[in-house]
């Protein structure tokens, strides 16, 4: 078995997760990179790490790659729970069904694995979860009620895991980007356009796609290897901060 620690890594296959990715394999960390588009990480197992396929929003594709890392190294040193979405529109408009995809997306999927990952990190009195939530989980804008949701309760339910998993030594660290150049904003944008033809929100919600499809496709942003950046950094801390607002 290897010396090297252990971290599976979600929302490997694009923007900051995938950066992240590749910093981690160049320090010598032994990296599962996890998503539902395999074929998007092939490039990163030319480096080392191992793709494995999961769908966060799907409790049995959850619990089958943890057993799969399980089995193949005995435990997980570094959980980062980077998959994620926004999907953009008026509260009217969006579906409750959409809301809860978002819910099991961005929250409940965090929380599967945490459940997952925990014994393993008790058992050793250490390890680190890092979960990749966003300026957006500290303030509102404008049609993001859903996705300002979803964030607003990864803090909540990270801050109160803080408490409850550091007498066992596991740390739970909130990483807070601001705007970052990914496919984020341009699939946020997509989801406001399509929820808002023909309603009495059409006129501002569509004005307001265009601009976040705008300024996802400038050069303004921050570059997701910046963010990738501080979670290494959080990975590497061995006195790691609670939050970093970062981009
Ligand atoms: P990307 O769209 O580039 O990447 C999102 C990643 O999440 C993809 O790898 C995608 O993989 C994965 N993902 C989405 N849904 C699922 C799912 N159901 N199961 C498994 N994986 C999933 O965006 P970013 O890199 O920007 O986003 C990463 C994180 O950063 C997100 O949590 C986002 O909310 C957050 N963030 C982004 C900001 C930004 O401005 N870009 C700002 C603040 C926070 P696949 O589709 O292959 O499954």
Redesign the pocket.
């Known amino acids: 078995m290897t010396t090297k620690k252990i971290v599976l890594l979600?929302?490997?296959?694009?923007?900051?997760?995938?950066?992240t990715a590749e910093l981690l394999a160049s320090l010598d960390y032994k990296v599962y990179g996890?998503?539902?588009?395999?074929e998007?990480?092939a490039s990163l197992s030319v480096l080392g790490i191992t793709p494995i396929e999961?769908?966060?929003?799907?409790e049995i594709?959850i619990n089958q790659a943890v057993q799969k890392i399980i089995d193949q190294e005995g435990r997980i040193d570094v959980l980062i729970?980077?998959?994620?979405?926004?999907s953009y529109g008026a509260i009217e408009n969006v579906t409750l069904e959409e809301a809860k995809?978002q819910f099991?997306?961005?929250l409940f999927?965090v929380a599967r694995l945490v459940q997952l990952v925990m014994p393993y990190m008790r058992e050793q009195h250490a390890g680190k979860i890092i979960n990749?939530?966003?300026?957006?989980?500290r303030v509102t804008t404008y049609m993001g009620a859903w996705?300002h949701a979803?964030?607003y309760a990864l803090e909540a339910f990270s801050d109160a895991l803080r408490m409850e998993v550091k007498p066992f030594g596991v740390a739970v660290v909130l990483?807070?980007?601001?705007?970052?150049?990914?496919?984020?904003?341009?699939?946020a944008a997509e989801h406001l356009r399509d929820t808002s033809q023909n309603t009495a929100y059409s006129e501002h919600a569509l004005a307001a796609a265009d601009r976040m499809h705008k300024l996802?496709s400038s050069d303004k942003?921050?570059d997701?290897s910046v963010?990738a950046g501080t979670i290494v950094k959080a990975v590497e801390s061995k006195r790691p901060r609670a939050r970093y607002l970062v981009?």
């Open positions: 979600t929302g490997a296959s694009s923007g900051i997760g995938y950066k996890a998503a539902r588009r395999v998007k990480m999961m769908d966060v929003t799907d594709s729970n980077n998959a994620g979405y926004g995809r099991d997306t961005n999927g990749i939530s966003s300026m957006a989980g996705y979803t964030k990483v807070e980007p601001g705007g970052i150049k990914t496919d984020w904003g341009i699939i996802y942003l921050t997701p963010i981009g």
